[in-house]
Nanobody, 115 residues
Framework: QVQLVESGGGLVQPGGSLRLSCAAS????????MAWYRQAPGKQRELVAT???????NYADSVKGRFTISRDNAKNTLYLQMNTLKPEDTAVYYC?????????WGQGIQVTVSS
């Protein structure tokens, strides 16, 4: 079955960095269209970044220039490098894939940006 397992979250001070990882199984990762979403308390889940199998990436305006999505197809792993973090980046971050017509989510990982 499809599994997405996030890691790398935690507490960081404003201006700091974190790297999230998402280990995927049960899919042909190299051809999968992968994404990161986030959900802050009291807000709707929002798209953060996407990574196509051809290497193309897209970002939400709020994270452009600060976050970088990447993938290691040999390790079946998706990454999100987050730099210059702000308190408004505080949220639960989710890895996402749509595979064979079904949507799958990781369990989510907390990122808290606070001094």
């Amino acid at each position: 079955q499809v599994q997405l397992v996030e890691s790398g979250g935690g507490l960081v001070q404003p201006g700091g960095s974190l790297r999230l990882s998402c280990a995927a199984s049960g899919i042909r990762f190299s051809i999968a269209y992968m994404a990161w979403y986030r959900q802050a308390p009291g807000k709707q889940r929002e798209l953060v970044a996407t990574a196509r199998s051809n290497g193309n990436t897209n970002y939400a305006d709020s994270v452009k220039g600060r976050f970088t999505i990447s993938r290691d197809n040999a390790k079946n792993t998706l990454y999100l490098q987050m730099n210059t973090l702000k308190p408004e980046d505080t949220a639960v971050y989710y890895c996402n894939v749509v595979w064979l017509g079904l949507t799958y989510w990781g369990q989510g990982i907390q990122v808290t940006v606070s001094s």
